[in-house]
C-alpha cells in the first residue's frame, strides 16, 4: 500500500524548474507536462504498481506510461531477460537474430492477421510503415479513419482526433507544421457508423489505399466497436481490394493476446502493436498478410523501404518475449479483467448513490470517469461536453491521496497484473471523499 504523499514535494519543484529551461513545456510531450495540471512532479523509480518521486512520494500507478506496463514495472522476469540480451550486445544492425525469429513466431502464432512481422521502435513507426504498405499496395493514396482514434504522431494520421464540435466530419489537423497534402489524403468518419463507413469507400474505392482503425478507441476513453459496424467495415474494404488496418498498439496484448481482432473475431490484413508488448521496453512491430509485408522483403530498390537502425534491438525483443509467454502462462487477462470490472462497478455505484452526472467507460483493464455525460457512447460526438474542469479536480483529489492518473479527461486508467483488490478498496474508498467534494 502507498503512502500518502508529502505536501512539499522540494525536489521535484527544482527539477521541473530546471527542466522547463530546457526542455519545451518541460517534459518531453505535451501530454506528459499535463502531470503538472495537478502539481509539479519528478519521478525516480518504480516497483509494481507504485510511483515513487525524488522527493520519497509514493503513488499507486493507473497511468502506466499510457498503458504499457501490463505486468507491472520492474517486473523481475521481464527485466532478467533483457539483462541476459545485454549481455551479448544491444545491436548488431546486420542479419537476423534467434530473438527476432522467436517473437515473430508468437505473433504469428498468436494474432489471426499476422502471418509476417517487421519490427519497429513505436506505435507511431507501426501506423507508418503499415499505411505505406498499403499504399504501395494499391497504389492509391487516400487514407480513412475514424474520430476520436489515435495512430501516433505522423502527418499521415494526426487528424480529428479530438476534432472541436464545429469541426466534426472535416479533416482537422492536430498539430501545426502538418503537410496539407498528407491531411487532404486523410478521409474522417464517424466511428460506429456502418452506413458512412460503406459510402465512403464506395464513393473513394478507386482512390483509397487503405483503412485504419482503433477497434476500441481509447484516446477518448473507451467506445466499443459495434458489431454491424465491424462486419460492414470488413466486408467493404475486402469487396474494393482495401487492406484494412488495425491499431492495436492500446488493444494487443493488454486486453487480450490474441488482440481485439481475436476477441470480436475480425481479421484486418495488417495490425500494428506496440505498448503492452514489450511492457514498458520500446519494441513494436507491423505485420499482416504475407503478400503486404513481402513488399518489404526486397533490397530497398525497389519494393517498401522498412527501416529503422534501432529495430529489432536485443533489449526490446528480449522483454517482448518474457512478456508474451508470461502473459499466456499466467493467463493475465483474466486477472486485470475482473479487476476493472471491480473498479467500474463501485466507481458507477459510487457516481449512483451521490446523483453525481457522469459516467464510467472501459474495457477489460481500461476504465475512465467522464463527469457531465450520461449514457454508453457510440462515437466521439458522444464524448463531447464532457466536465474536464471536474476531472481535473477529481484527479488532484485523488493524486493528494496517493492515486496518480493523467489530469487529461479524455485518457484513461490502466491497470497492470501488478495491482490488487486492496488497490480497489483503497482507491474507492477515497473517491468516496473526493467525489463528496467535488
Not at 150 to 168: A, F, I, K, Q, T
Not at 267 to 284: E, F, I
Request: charged share 25%; hydrophobic share 35%.
Amino acid at each position: 500500500m502507498t503512502s500518502e504523499p508529502t505536501s512539499d514535494a522540494m525536489r521535484s519543484r527544482e527539477i521541473v524548474e530546471r527542466a522547463r529551461a530546457v526542455i519545451p513545456g518541460g517534459a518531453q510531450t505535451g501530454l506528459r507536462a499535463q502531470a503538472y495540471d495537478t502539481g509539479d512532479v519528478a519521478f525516480e523509480s518504480a516497483d509494481g504498481a507504485t510511483l515513487t518521486t525524488v522527493d520519497g512520494d509514493e503513488y499507486t500507478d493507473y497511468h502506466l506510461g499510457f498503458g504499457p506496463i501490463i505486468l507491472g514495472h520492474a517486473h523481475d522476469a521481464v527485466d532478467e531477460a533483457v539483462r541476459r540480451a545485454i549481455d551479448g550486445g544491444v545491436l548488431y544492425g546486420a542479419g537476423t537474430t534467434p530473438l527476432e525469429v522467436e517473437v515473430a513466431e508468437r505473433l504469428v502464432d498468436l494474432l489471426p492477421s499476422v502471418e509476417r512481422v517487421n519490427f519497429c521502435n513505436s506505435g507511431s513507426e507501426a501506423t507508418y510503415h503499415a499505411i505505406r504498405l498499403a499504399r504501395a499496395h494499391t497504389g492509391n493514396e487516400k487514407i480513412l479513419k475514424f474520430e476520436g482514434c489515435y495512430h501516433g504522431w505522423h502527418d499521415y494520421v494526426d487528424v480529428s482526433v479530438y476534432p472541436p464540435e464545429e469541426r466534426l466530419g472535416e479533416r482537422y489537423p492536430e498539430s501545426d507544421g502538418m503537410l496539407s497534402a498528407a491531411v487532404e489524403n486523410t478521409l474522417v468518419a464517424p466511428f460506429n457508423d456502418p452506413e458512412a463507413v460503406a459510402e465512403t469507400v464506395r464513393e473513394h474505392g478507386d482512390d483509397l489505399a487503405g483503412v485504419i482503425l482503433e477497434p476500441i478507441p481509447h484516446s477518448v476513453g473507451c467506445l466499443l466497436p459495434e458489431e454491424e459496424f465491424l462486419e460492414t467495415l470488413r466486408e467493404a474494404t475486402r469487396d474494393a481490394d482495401v487492406p484494412l488496418i488495425f491499431d492495436e498498439v492500446i488493444t494487443g496484448f493488454r486486453h487480450s493476446t490474441r488482440g481485439a481482432q481475436g476477441e470480436f473475431g475480425v481479421t484486418p490484413d495488417l495490425t500494428c502493436v506496440a505498448k503492452a508488448l514489450g511492457n514498458g521496453y520500446p519494441v513494436a512491430a507491423v505485420g499482416g498478410r504475407e503478400d503486404l509485408l513481402s513488399q518489404a522483403g526486397g533490397d530497398n530498390e525497389t519494393g517498401v523501404v522498412i527501416s529503422g537502425t534501432y529495430s529489432g534491438n536485443l533489449p526490446g525483443l528480449a522483454a517482448a518475449r518474457e512478456t508474451v509467454d508470461t502473459l499466456v502462462d499466467a493467463n493475465v487477462q483474466d486477472r486485470v479483467t475482473d479487476l476493472g470490472e471491480a473498479y467500474r462497478a463501485g466507481l458507477g455505484d459510487l457516481l449512483s448513490d451521490r446523483g453525481i452526472e457522469g459516467r464510467v467507460v472501459g474495457h477489460r483493464s481500461i476504465f475512465s470517469v467522464q463527469f457531465g455525460v450520461t449514457g454508453q457512447p457510440r462515437s466521439y460526438e458522444d464524448v463531447l461536453g464532457l466536465d474536464e474542469a471536474k476531472f481535473r479536480e477529481f484527479a488532484a483529489g485523488m493524486r493528494e491521496r496517493g492515486h496518480f492518473f493523467t489530469p487529461n479527461p479524455y485518457k484513461r486508467h490502466h491497470l497492470s497484473f501488478a495491482h490488487g483488490e486492496e488497490h480497489a478498496e483503497s482507491y474507492l474508498d477515497d473517491a468516496v471523499a473526493v467525489l463528496g467534494s467535488l
